[in-house]
């Protein structure tokens, strides 16, 4: 076992260049953390989420530092978690779209599954007092009834969510078998101005603010009628810490309880900014998954008893934050009441703007 000498926390994040790790490295670095992220050696920088808290590693207050590494790569995985020695380990790296993991099953299998198993066992081998967190899906529901909690069984749909269910039980098992502060944090739909261009609500706010700007003429969209319980992200990422600072490791379900469609989606975002929806969006059968997840709402029961939390930015909320936001980076005077809503209800935000 590793022995720990220094005073300052240690955080070591999968996935940080991602929405959620970006957020999450922000936080812990409000908490005083020194973090370390895990980053896919390219051949181009892919760090944009995350460069307004990189410094120069040689700068003496610098306290966030990437190390390239894969987690298909066992070696690299185990190397890293040793030579870093953290004290808390969030595991959010994963190949996470659901819609791309019918495209490509072996690799969502190998890094989206076995890349938990490879951190485990290099938790197993070289420090047991290491906290872990598997950054779980809603997903992993799939077509059973909702609203779902912890105790709802798995109907995964998709490769994904088959991958997220294997992560699932490894952590699990490596919790009551070998002793390991190992958590599951079931996290639904969440979303901010930092969501992959890819994902169904980043992509319709892009649209709305591109159409404005008179940069798209249509948005070409799926299935619109399955429904989910959409959260702001900024807001899950505390739950994640929360969930490692309890005395005993256990496995939470978030999400705000309030299911929508796809479609609720659109016209709300195309209404924000005075637009009809149907003037500009197009179905596109590409876009449908061969299985489809049809409601998917938590019940975050267990969540607000244990940790006192509950969520403040509900469903039209959201979509003026991410509208505004999108509007901005086009160049557009954003509505605002997106931007009010955040100023009112965290007037203390730790999150940089985006």
């Not at 973090?35 to 808290?53: E, K, L």
């Not at 993991?101 to 007092?129: C, D, H, Q």
């Not at 479609?263 to 969006?281: D, H, I, P, S, T």
């Not at 980076?329 to 954003?334: I, Q």
Request: charged letters at 25%.
């Amino acid at each position: 076992m590793i022995a720990k000498t220094d005073k300052t926390k240690k955080a070591l994040i999968t996935g940080i260049t991602g929405q959620d790790g970006s957020y999450l490295a922000e936080f812990l670095l409000s908490k005083n953390y020194e973090v370390h992220g895990i980053v896919r050696r390219a051949s181009t920088f892919n760090t944009c989420r995350i460069d307004h808290i990189l410094l120069d590693p040689h700068e003496s207050n610098a306290r966030l530092f990437r190390h390239y590494g894969d987690l298909s790569d066992s070696e690299q995985v185990s190397n890293i978690i040793y030579n870093i020695q953290p004290d808390e380990v969030y595991h959010l790296g994963a190949q996470s779209h659901v819609k791309v993991s019918f495209s490509m099953p072996e690799y969502t299998g190998n890094v989206t599954a076995l890349g938990t198993a490879r951190i485990l066992e290099s938790i197993r081998r070289y420090g047991n007092e290491v906290k872990f967190y598997q950054a779980s899906s809603s997903e992993m529901f799939g077509r059973s009834p909702a609203p779902q909690n912890e105790e709802t069984p798995f109907s995964p749909a998709s490769p994904y969510a088959v991958a997220k269910v294997y992560a699932y039980w490894m952590t699990k098992n490596y919790r009551q078998g070998y002793g390991l502060f190992a958590c599951n944090g079931i996290l639904f739909n969440h979303e901010s101005p930092r969501r992959g261009e890819i994902f169904v609500t980043r992509k319709i706010t892009m649209a709305v603010a591109n159409i404005l700007a008179n940069k798209q003429q249509f948005l070409y969209l799926g299935n619109l009628e399955p429904k989910r319980d959409w959260g702001f992200a900024p807001e899950y990422i505390e739950v994640m810490w929360r969930i490692l600072q309890q005395k005993e490791p256990d496995d939470f379900v978030m999400g705000t309880g309030e299911p929508h469609t796809v479609r609720e989606f659109v016209e709300q975002a195309f209404a924000y900014v005075g637009l009809n929806w149907e003037k500009y969006v197009r179905i596109d059968s590409t876009y449908f998954r061969p299985t489809e997840t049809e409601n998917l709402y938590a019940d975050s029961s267990k969540l607000k008893k244990r940790l006192g939390l509950e969520t403040k930015v509900h469903f039209k909320d959201l979509t003026k934050i991410m509208v505004d936001a999108d509007m901005r980076k086009v160049g557009l005077k954003p509505i605002g009441e997106g931007d009010k809503i955040l100023a009112k209800k965290f007037p203390d935000k730790w999150w940089a703007i985006d």
